[in-house]
C-alpha cells in the first residue's frame, strides 16, 4: 500500500542576499523501498529543481549524502522513508560544516584540515624498494588498520557530537580515529609522544566529553567509544 | 618563568606539547571519583537514621572515634578543596559564551538523543552546585560536633534545600560516574549491536544503583523530619 509522506527540506543560500533559511514542504507518493535519495530526485524532478543536495554513490561508500534527518545526522541514501511511521519527514543540513546550499555542506574542507592537523599519513624513515618484494606485515595488525580505516568521513561523528558544535577547533571522532588507526598500523614508526603533539589537548582528545552521539551515529559502526577510551588512556599515560 | 612560556606558547621549553591538559583532564576524573564516592558514604551515613538514632549516633562515633569531633570538619575542608578544584577543571567543559550554549541547546533539542541530553543535565546541574553544595560544606566546616538532635534540627530547618541539594547531587554524580566509565573503558566486542547492548546495561546498572540510594536518601529524609 502506498501513502503520501512530506517531506520538510531546508531552503537556504548564504551567497543570496535575498534568500532567507526556511522550509519548504512537499508532498509524495511513496513507492516501495523508497530512500531519500530517491525521494530528494524526485522533488527535484517535479516540484523544485532549485533544491541543493549531495549524492555520489548511492550505497552508503561515499559519505557525501550525510545530513540531519528528524534532527538525527545519517546518510540519506541508507535512509528508508518507510521507517518514518507518519510521513513526515524533516531535512536539514549537518552543522558545524560550512553551508554551501539547503541541504549540501562542505565537509571536504573541514576533513582536509582535520587530516593534516593528525598528519594523516604513514609516517616512516624506511625507504621503500620497489623493485623487492614489500615487507610483510602481521596480518592481526592489517585487520585491526582496515578496520579502523574504513571510515568514510561522512562527517556524521562531527555532526552528532555536542562538543563539536559548541567548539569549532575541536578534532571529532574522525580525527581520533585517525590516530587510533595509524598507531595500530605497524607501518606507522609514530610513538604515543608523537600523537601527543598532535591530538594532546583540549581540542584533541582531552576535548572530549563521552557524549557518544559519534557511536551512536557512525554509519560504518567504527568502534569509536572504545578507541577513543584508548587513546585517552595512552595520551593521559604520555611522560 | 616557565609557566609564562607555556601560557604563551602551549608549550612547554622544550618545545613539546604542554602536558598540563593531560593532568587537568586525570585530575578532573579522578577528583569526581573521590566526590561521587564520598557521596555514596555520605548517604549512607545521614541514611543510619532510618534504624533509629543510637544507630546514627554509633555511625557518627566510629566517624569520629574517641570523641575527635574535628573530624567532621576536617574531612569537610578536603572535601571542599577537593570540590573546588573539580569544579574549576568542570568549568573548562561549559559552553565558552552564549552563542557555544545556544548552539548545544539546540542540538540536544534537535538531536533528542539521551547520552547527549544527560550532558546537558550535568551541566544544569554542575553550575547550580556551585553555590548550593558549598553553602552546604562550608556550614559543615564550621559546625559544632554533630549529635542527632543538632541535624535535625538542621535539617528541619532548611528541608527544602536539603532535598534541592540532592536532587542536584545525585543527578550530577550518577550522570558524572557513568560518563567516568565512557571516558576511560573501552567497551569491547566482535560487533558493535554487542557493544552498544553493554554499554547500555552499565548505564543501566549505574542508574539503578544511584536511584537506590536515592530512594534510600528520601527515606532517610522524611524519617528526620517525622524525628
Ligand atoms: S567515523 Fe563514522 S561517522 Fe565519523 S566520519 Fe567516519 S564513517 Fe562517518
Ligand atoms: S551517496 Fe554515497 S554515502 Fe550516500
Same mark, same amino acid.
Not at chain 1, 203 to 208: E, K, L, Q, R, T
Not at chain 2, 134 to 150: D, G, M, Q, R, Y
Given at each position: 500500500m502506498s501513502r503520501k509522506i512530506t517531506i520538510k527540506a531546508f531552503k537556504y543560500n548564504p551567497l543570496s542576499k535575498i534568500s532567507k533559511p526556511h522550509f519548504n514542504t512537499y508532498e509524495l507518493e511513496e513507492t516501495s523501498g523508497m530512500t531519500l535519495f530517491v525521494a530528494l530526485n524526485q522533488i527535484r524532478e517535479n516540484f523544485d529543481p532549485d533544491l541543493s543536495f549531495d549524492f555520489v554513490?548511492?550505497?552508503?561508500?561515499?559519505?557525501?549524502?550525510?545530513?540531519?534527518?528528524?534532527g538525527k545526522p545519517q546518510l540519506a541514501c541508507r535512509t528508508l522513508t518507510k521507517d518514518y511511521e507518519d510521513g513526515v519527514i524533516e531535512l536539514m543540513p549537518l552543522p558545524v560544516f560550512k553551508l554551501i546550499k539547503d541541504l549540501s555542506v562542505n565537509t571536504g574542507e573541514w576533513m582536509a584540515a582535520?587530516?593534516?592537523?593528525?598528519?594523516?599519513?604513514?609516517?616512516?624513515? %624506511? *625507504?621503500?624498494?620497489?623493485?623487492? =618484494?614489500?615487507? %610483510? *606485515?602481521?596480518?592481526?595488525?592489517? =585487520?585491526?588498520?582496515?578496520?579502523?580505516d574504513r571510515c568514510i568521513e561522512c562527517g556524521i561523528c562531527v555532526a552528532a557530537c555536542g562538543t563539536a558544535i559548541m567548539r569549532n577547533d575541536f578534532i571529532g571522532a574522525v580525527g581520533l580515529n585517525r590516530i587510533a588507526r595509524f598507531r595500530v598500523d605497524p607501518l606507522d614508526e609514530r610513538t604515543d609522544e608523537d600523537f601527543y603533539e598532535l591530538v594532546g589537548d583540549d581540542?584533541?582528545?582531552?576535548?572530549?566529553m563521552s557524549l557518544l552521539g559519534c557511536e551512536d551515529q557512525c554509519p560504518k559502526h567504527l568502534p569509536l567509544q572504545n578507541q577513543i577510551a584508548f587513546i585517552r588512556r595512552k595520551m593521559a599515560s604520555v611522560k | 618563568?616557565?609557566?609564562?612560556?607555556?601560557?604563551?606558547?602551549?608549550?612547554?621549553?622544550?618545545?613539546?606539547?604542554?602536558?598540563?591538559?593531560?593532568?587537568?583532564?586525570?585530575?578532573?576524573?579522578l577528583t569526581g571519583l573521590i566526590l561521587a564516592a564520598f557521596m555514596v558514604c555520605h548517604m549512607l551515613f545521614t541514611g543510619s537514621i532510618v534504624f533509629g538514632k543510637r544507630a546514627f549516633e554509633g555511625v557518627v562515633s566510629f566517624a569520629e572515634p574517641f570523641g575527635m569531633t574535628w573530624i567532621t570538619n576536617f574531612i569537610a575542608f578536603v572535601i571542599l578543596v577537593i570540590f573546588m578544584v573539580h569544579a574549576f577543571l568542570g568549568m573548562r567543559k561549559f559552553p565558552a559564551n552564549y552563542r557555544a550554549y545556544q548552539a548545544f541547546k539546540a542540538h540536544k533539542i534537535r538531536f533528542g538523543h539521551l547520552d547527549t541530553t544527560l550532558w546537558w543535565f550535568q551541566f544544569i546541574t554542575g553550575f547550580l552546585l556551585f553555590f548550593?553544595?558549598?553553602?552546604?560544606?562550608?556550614?559543615?566546616?564550621?559546625?559544632?560536633?554533630?549529635?542527632?538532635?543538632?541535624?535535625?534540627a538542621r535539617f528541619a530547618n532548611l528541608h527544602l534545600f536539603y532535598l534541592l541539594l540532592l536532587i542536584v547531587t545525585v543527578t550530577?554524580?550518577?550522570?558524572?560516574?557513568?560518563?567516568?566509565?565512557?571516558?576511560?573503558?573501552?567497551?569491547?566486542?566482535?560487533?558493535?549491536?554487542?557493544?552498544?547492548?553493554?554499554?547500555?546495561?552499565?548505564?543501566?546498572i549505574n542508574f539503578i544503583i544511584w536511584g537506590a540510594l536515592f530512594a534510600f536518601s528520601v527515606i532517610a529524609d522524611i524519617v528526620w523530619l517525622a524525628k
Open positions: 554513490c548511492r550505497a552508503g561508500i561515499c559519505g557525501s549524502c550525510a545530513m540531519l534527518v528528524n582535520m587530516n593534516s592537523r593528525v598528519e594523516s599519513w604513514i609516517h616512516t624513515t %624506511k *625507504v621503500t624498494d620497489i623493485s623487492k =618484494q614489500e615487507e %610483510k *606485515v602481521d596480518p592481526e595488525l592489517a =585487520q585491526k588498520t582496515f578496520e579502523l581540542s584533541g582528545i582531552f576535548g572530549c | 618563568m616557565e609557566a609564562r612560556i607555556e601560557g604563551f606558547l602551549g608549550k612547554s621549553v622544550e618545545g613539546k606539547k604542554s602536558r598540563l591538559p593531560a593532568c587537568q583532564d586525570k585530575a578532573q576524573s548550593t553544595a558549598s553553602a552546604h560544606i562550608i556550614t559543615i566546616i564550621f559546625s559544632e560536633p554533630i549529635t542527632a538532635n543538632l541535624s535535625i550530577h554524580a550518577s550522570i558524572g560516574t557513568y560518563r567516568l566509565i565512557m571516558k576511560w573503558y573501552s567497551i569491547e566486542g566482535s560487533k558493535k549491536d554487542e557493544m552498544i547492548e553493554k554499554r547500555a546495561k552499565i548505564k543501566k
